[in-house]
């Protein structure tokens, strides 16, 4: 600056506004205007990954900055509840459940059909973006097991035959949309 001024925060604030979409900057003036504003922090992840998807390292400190929060709380927060995603997803993620009795089910071999069907292993997503696949808690569905979600749709009683169809019915509704 050529006023010799050490005070960067407008340029800060504008980057990190930048950074994030319109109606979460929007979420976070509101809740800094409420006493205790940290207090609302989760709720703002909640947002921020509701809008992108997944909550990126740039999304993050921008959230921090905006909040006034330091970095590490923030991240801390993220990388703590299973919930938030830090890494982009594909478009349908697969949670498949490792509760018992899912687990005694066959979870595992149903995990493994997932994984070869579409060449990833947990955690990560296909090349195309389509698919994500992770495990996870018990999904409450336990008469249905084994079980896995993908979105918000259950699939009951998996058997590891029946994973290519499954598979091919999603590859067939994003087809379908984009036509």
Same mark, same amino acid.
């Given at each position: 600056?050529?006023?010799?001024?050490?005070?960067?925060?407008?340029?800060?604030?504008?980057?990190?506004?930048?950074?994030?979409?319109?109606?979460?900057?929007?979420?976070?003036?509101?809740?800094?205007?409420?006493?205790?504003?940290?207090?609302?922090?989760?709720?703002?992840?909640?947002?921020?990954?509701?809008?992108?998807?997944?909550? *990126? #390292? /740039?999304?993050?400190?921008?959230? @921090?900055?905006?909040?006034?929060?330091?970095?590490?709380? =923030?991240? !801390? &927060?993220?990388?703590?509840?299973?919930?938030?995603?830090?890494?982009?997803?594909?478009?349908?993620?697969?949670?498949?459940?490792? *509760? #018992? /009795?899912?687990?005694?089910?066959? @979870?595992?071999?149903?995990?493994?059909?997932?994984?070869? =069907?579409? !060449? &990833?292993?947990?955690?990560?997503?296909?090349?195309?973006?389509?698919?994500?696949?992770?495990?996870?808690?018990?999904?409450?569905?336990?008469?249905?097991?084994?079980?896995?979600?993908?979105?918000?749709?259950?699939?009951?009683?998996?058997?590891?035959?029946?994973?290519?169809?499954?598979?091919?019915?999603?590859?067939?509704?994003?087809?379908?949309?984009?036509?």
């Amino acid at each position: 600056m050529s006023d010799g001024s050490t005070d960067n925060w407008a340029a800060v604030k504008a980057d990190s506004e930048a950074a994030l979409p319109h109606s979460v900057v929007e979420h976070i003036r509101k809740v800094t205007l409420l006493p205790h504003s940290e207090s609302h922090l989760i709720d703002t992840l909640h947002k921020l990954q509701e809008s992108m998807g997944y909550l *990126g #390292t /740039a999304q993050l400190d921008a959230v @921090a900055q905006l909040m006034q929060i330091p970095s590490a709380k =923030v991240v !801390g &927060v993220a990388s703590f509840y299973h919930y938030f995603r830090l890494k982009k997803t594909g478009r349908f993620i697969i949670s498949v459940c490792m *509760g #018992t /009795a899912c687990y005694m089910k066959g @979870a595992t071999a149903v995990t493994d059909a997932f994984r070869n =069907v579409l !060449g &990833v292993d947990i955690g990560e997503s296909t090349a195309d973006g389509m698919f994500t696949l992770v495990r996870t808690r018990c999904l409450g569905v336990c008469s249905l097991a084994p079980v896995a979600m993908i979105n918000d749709e259950v699939q009951a009683h998996l058997e590891p035959e029946i994973i290519p169809q499954i598979i091919d019915r999603y590859r067939q509704k994003t087809k379908a949309v984009s036509e």
